[in-house]
């Protein structure tokens, strides 16, 4: 899992380096407060208040989350309007949740494509705080039988998400790094939370 992590983000970290390097050549203060970003995050999934009734039509018994937690990987890109206001459009891949009991053994797959408008507070220097809603079509894998021998369902649609996070702002050069702290509420029965650090580019 770490080497296919660190082969997704090596060359945006790569790029990201020559991109804050060229800028220092070009200028000394380069940070700027509006334009388009991207970036990529590694962290955490975690299952909150998740049981699998969201996939199995009542079949799914006293099954539980026996493996609740898993990385999580993200890649973005957005527009910064002005210091304060940004929209983002994301790709999240949650990982792998695994479920067991009473004859079930399953694992769920997710990924979600969202849509985010993004409100910055700017607290000291290039710090500051954010929160974030918005909206994301996801798909879950399921893979694995119930103790009746029905086969997972998988689900799809759309869902709300959002989060809150903090944001440094490097001065001298035009990269940033977050940390965040996100749901996704895809399923009355199935909400997956993320803790997620990044790196960026606003260029």
Known sequence: MMNRIALMTAPILIGSAFVATSAMAADTNTATSEGIYSGVGVGETRVHDGNLHAFSNDNAGTASFSDDDDTAQNAFVGYKYNPYFSTELSFTD?????????????????KAYGLSAIGEVPIYGGLSGYGRVGYAYFKTDGNGNYA??????????????????AKYQFSDVPVFVRAEYTRYQLDSNYKLDTAMGSVGVQF
């Open 94 to 110: 949650l990982g792998d949740i695994e479920a067991q009991g009473n004859g079930a053994d399953a694992t769920l797959s997710t």
């Open 148 to 165: 009746n021998g029905d086969s997972v369902d998988n689900e799809y649609g759309g869902a709300p998400m959002y989060g809150l996070g």
